[in-house]
């Protein structure tokens, strides 16, 4: 691998101390409490600044896929809800935008009202917990299995016990027949390429609120199991593909999948 893309992050690291120290070091001025969330409050500022670009950059991979979400969809996640502009409106009855940080809320209730969803008629939810709280997202949606679709968008690297919460979320989310959706950087198949992303790891999930760059995200999702009545451990998907983003170089320390899995019904 050359080293030119091994140091790559380098320059993102840069752009974004570049705009979020200022705005973050007020904010603690302003909040010294936020110190115990420093990293979510930077990584606020940056993904103000570079959301736009990031979704321009993922767009023409996105807009192949995302139309196919339907009914219930549960957006993991949602960020300022960019994701929303890439569904077909017409096939999704609700929208549930799971966010943790609840200073990106305002922005997913513009551009969701601007779709045609809303809370006051319940076709819009907008939900502070994150993956991990399957029964959170139970008990608000009425569970179980209340959801047609789950969509990820370049959410599940920064997701603690990753399998362990991909795993819940299919299995006690997401209804029989239901769709997997996601778009996510993750753990390359290159072996130098994959030993640079374990390596800076540890130094970029501290500025990018957990965010690790080698996470073997599609992986876990194309292996979840379930075992049937039989005792026989079996594939949890009917059906399901991955596939990379169109030119993007193979030293890529973001390297990319897109996938499309269909929940089997047992």
Request: net charge neutral.
């Amino acid at each position: 691998m050359r080293l030119a893309a091994a140091f790559a992050l380098f320059s993102d690291l840069r752009a974004a101390v570049r705009v979020a120290f200022w705005p973050t070091l007020k904010d603690l001025y302003h909040n010294p409490a936020l110190i115990l969330h420093v990293s979510r409050t930077f990584m606020t500022h940056v993904w103000a600044a570079f959301s736009a670009s990031t979704d321009q950059n993922g767009r023409l991979v996105k807009r192949a896929f995302l139309p196919n979400a339907t009914g219930t969809v549960l957006d993991l996640g949602a960020g300022f809800g960019h994701t929303i502009q890439y569904l077909n409106c017409s096939k999704v009855t609700k929208y549930v935008a799971l966010e943790p940080n609840a200073e990106m809320h305002s922005h997913i209730r513009r551009t969701a009202e601007c779709a045609g969803f809303r809370e006051s008629d319940g076709s819009l939810v907008i939900l502070s917990c994150g993956a991990e709280d399957t029964m959170q997202i139970l008990e608000v949606l009425g569970g179980p299995h209340p959801v047609d679709t789950i969509i990820s968008v370049l959410t599940l690297c920064s997701i603690p016990s990753l399998k362990g919460v991909i795993t819940s979320l299919v299995r006690d989310v997401l209804k029989p027949g239901g769709q997997f959706l996601f778009y996510e950087h993750v753990l390359s198949p290159r072996a130098d390429v994959a030993w640079w992303q374990r390596f800076w790891t540890p130094l970029w999930s501290i500025f990018f609120d957990g965010c690790r760059l080698d996470c073997p995200t599609h992986l876990h999702i194309g292996n979840i199991k379930y075992v049937d009545d039989d005792g026989k451990e079996l594939s949890i998907w009917d059906e399901g593909e991955t596939w990379g983003k169109p030119g993007e170089s193979a030293e890529n320390l973001w390297w990319h999948q897109a996938g499309q899995f269909r929940k089997r019904v047992q």
